[in-house]
């Protein structure tokens, strides 16, 4: 009878194991952690500080060189200085203004709107990244706090195993090298304890560092759900990336920009010129026909381009950034195919994985010790099998919640390299 419960316990277990549950990604917690890494996070805002930065610098380069106003004495006698002596002598005002070839300044405020939306998209690249970071460390974090607790289990079942060799020693039915080994045995499962409290010590300061808070109070979660749902296709992950990734807008926006400096450095073999005007103050002398009246003059200067070898080669640097920012950009996609291909595969084998677990390995091997253990208190059972069926057990509830742990970090990272936004009831800060 009691094997008949023991049994039936196990399918639960199992069956409950199947059943849907939330994803990590969806708690409260987790959205905290990343809404505050977003707000917080020093690389982050460096990134954003650098967007801004871009976005200020469109105005001035859309915009033409300042005036230039002159004042200059012209003509003033060495010998004897005075404004009435000739009629070349005055003072002149003059204001000038330089204006490019037509065309080239628009072209330069599209150069930098162009790198503006790059560093946009670095920018939306970084907050995918900082997101994706702060979940693996959380989805590790919450690994621990699983494998304590199966590792607080199963002392309880290690030390109710020495219990019962103790009893049995005291009785003859056990000899002294069983105890102590079950002993030892213990004893090394606490050691194992305390190394892994001080790799959850250590994760909790990485998810500190990645929100930039001093201190991070982190609440005990759930039981890492198991997640058996279906999962996306690689057309869709296709699409998804063609959507949402902001590196590929960041990288239409690079090629953009070298298009508009190829277009540049054709202009720059066209003159820019710089038109002026004066006004001169004149008073009357003896030798002047007009009697100090005042003049006026006007005029158009020009760049003369002569160097030609300097303007073919920025229209070689140009041609070279396109290629290069098309190559990037092509690398970039090809890299990103394998990365989903890559993080799908992994979750289906972690999907496949837990379900072995949960439908037999987990169940066969709670079976066992518990009939194993059951034999021993009855006096049949060897004791080295036991405590051999016990490690085991630990081993596969450890493997299990590695597993689950796997799949919510290969999520994360197909959320990652598709682009979706990790709080969904928020809209895009850089939007």
């Known amino acids: 009878m009691k094997h008949l419960c023991m049994a039936l316990l196990g399918l639960l277990l ?9 994803s990590l990604a969806e708690t409260t917690e987790l959205q905290r952690l990343i809404q505050t890494a977003l707000q917080n996070n020093p690389s982050l805002l460096a990134a954003e500080a650098e967007w801004q930065r871009s976005t200020h610098s469109i105005l ?6 300042d005036p230039v106003l002159s004042l200059a004495l012209l003509n003033l006698p060495v010998d004897s200085p005075r404004f009435d002596r000739t009629p070349m002598t005055g003072v002149e005002i003059r204001l000038s203004q330089k204006l490019p070839f037509p065309g080239k300044l628009a072209l330069r405020g599209k150069v930098q709107e162009q790198k503006a939306v790059w560093q946009k998209g670095l920018y939306g690249e970084k907050q995918l990244q900082v997101a994706r970071q702060v979940k693996d460390a959380y989805y590790r974090y919450q690994l621990q ?6 590792l607080a289990e199963n002392r309880n079942l290690l030390n109710a195993l020495v219990k019962t060799l103790e009893a049995q020693y005291a009785t003859g039915r056990a000899s002294q090298r069983q105890v102590l080994q079950a002993q030892q045995q213990l004893t090394r499962l606490l050691d194992r ?16 560092t990645l929100t930039a808070s001093a201190t991070l109070p982190l609440e005990e979660a759930a039981p890492l759900p198991s ?46 010129f710089t038109l002026w005007a004066g006004y001169r103050f004149r008073d009357g002398g003896d ?7 005042d003049f006026i003059s006007a005029g158009v200067s020009f760049n003369l381009p002569f160097n030609q070898k300097k303007r073919r080669a ?25 990365n989903l291909g890559e993080a799908l595969r992994r979750m289906t084998r972690s999907q496949q994985q837990q379900q072995l677990y949960a439908t037999t390995l987990l169940p066969q091997s709670r079976q066992t010790w518990q009939a194993a253990i059951n034999d021993l208190q009855v006096g049949q059972g060897d004791y080295r099998t036991t405590l051999d069926l016990l490690l085991q057990l630990t081993d596969y509830e450890l493997a299990y919640a590695t597993l689950k742990t796997d799949y919510l970090r290969n999520q994360a990272w197909y959320e990652y390299e598709t682009g979706q936004w990790p709080l969904p009831d928020q809209k895009e800060k850089v939007n």
């Open 314 to 338: 920025g229209q070689a640097v140009a041609d070279a950034g396109l290629r290069q920012a098309t190559s990037a950009r092509d690398n970039y996609l090809n890299q990103l195919r394998f």
């Open 227 to 272: 997640l058996l749902s279906e999962l996306p296709d690689a057309e869709t992950a296709h699409q998804l990336v063609e959507k949402n990734r902001p590196m590929l807008t960041a990288y239409q926006a690079l090629i953009q920009q070298n298009h508009h400096e190829k277009q540049l450095a054709v202009l720059d073999e066209k003159s820019d």
């Open 145 to 150: 706090l699983e494998t304590l607790k199966i």
């Open 14 to 22: 199992c069956l409950n194991s199947l059943l849907p549950s939330a």
């Open 193 to 208: 304890i305390l190394v892994e409290q001080q790799k959850q010590a250590s994760l909790s300061a990485e998810l500190e």
């Open 60 to 65: 001035p380069a859309n915009s033409l060189d």
């Open 287 to 293: 030798m002047d026909a007009v009697d100090g009246a």
